[in-house]
């Protein structure tokens, strides 16, 4: 079996990393939303709409006129 303080004992041990730092940089203050570039979130709303209408014309709820 082997003992629990072997990851210490082979030097995988970094301390130039800076936990804090890193817990910021990928988890900081940003929203997600502000990632994705607006002509995006235009194309997916479209796509979200044409399917909706797709939808709503196959039951005969909405024709075209």
Known sequence: MEHD????DDDYVD????YEEYIDREFG???AV????KLWRWVAAGLLLM???SFLATFRLWIPV
């Open 5 to 8: 303080d072997d990851f210490e």
């Open 15 to 18: 301390d130039g990393f800076d």
């Open 29 to 31: 203050d940003h929203r």
């Open 34 to 37: 502000d990632d994705i570039p």
């Open 51 to 53: 399917f909706l209408l």
